[in-house]
């Protein structure tokens, strides 16, 4: 059922970079569904991108029994859901990662345990 509002809807956001110490990125893994939605994160739009990798990923997703087997030279990156190519040297802010932006990365070859996408 839809609705139809009478009056101009008009609320100030609550969720905007000011409120947060940095901005949200959300990020999800695809084909793992262990995972049901992505993580949210509070992550400085200094931070390079690379690091996501080292520092960031392995704290999340690390326990999956795909991780570790994650090549990521290989890894698909998309960004609000159209392929996205990320210089890992450059900062999130760099690569053009926004205040509630949401990226996930595909691993080819590799979709959840034992192929189940879990």
Same mark, same amino acid.
């Given at each position: 059922? /839809?609705?139809?509002? %009478?009056?101009? #809807?008009?609320?100030?956001?609550?969720?905007? %970079?000011?409120?947060?110490? !940095?901005?949200?990125?959300?990020?999800?893994?695809?084909?793992?569904?262990?995972?049901? !939605?992505?993580?949210? $994160?509070?992550?400085?739009?200094?931070?390079?991108?690379?690091?996501?990798?080292?520092?960031?990923?392995?704290?999340?997703?690390? #326990?999956?029994?795909?991780?570790?087997?994650?090549?990521?030279? +290989? %890894?698909?990156?998309? +960004?609000?859901?159209?392929?996205? /190519?990320?210089?890992?040297? +450059? /900062? $999130?802010?760099? =690569?053009?990662?926004?205040? +509630?932006? %949401?990226?996930?990365?595909?691993?080819?070859?590799? =979709?959840?345990?034992?192929?189940?996408? /879990?």
């Amino acid at each position: 059922m /839809s609705v139809a509002a %009478v009056a101009p #809807y008009e609320l100030p956001a609550r969720d905007t %970079v000011d409120k947060f110490p !940095a901005p949200l990125l959300y990020i999800g893994w695809e084909d793992h569904l262990l995972f049901c !939605a992505p993580f949210c $994160l509070p992550l400085p739009p200094d931070m390079p991108f690379g690091a996501l990798a080292t520092q960031v990923l392995p704290g999340i997703y690390g #326990y999956h029994p795909d991780f570790a087997r994650i090549d990521w030279q +290989k %890894v698909q990156w998309l +960004k609000s859901g159209k392929p996205f /190519s990320p210089d890992p040297a +450059k /900062s $999130l802010a760099e =690569n053009g990662l926004r205040h +509630k932006d %949401v990226i996930r990365f595909r691993t080819p070859g590799l =979709n959840g345990i034992q192929g189940s996408c /879990s």
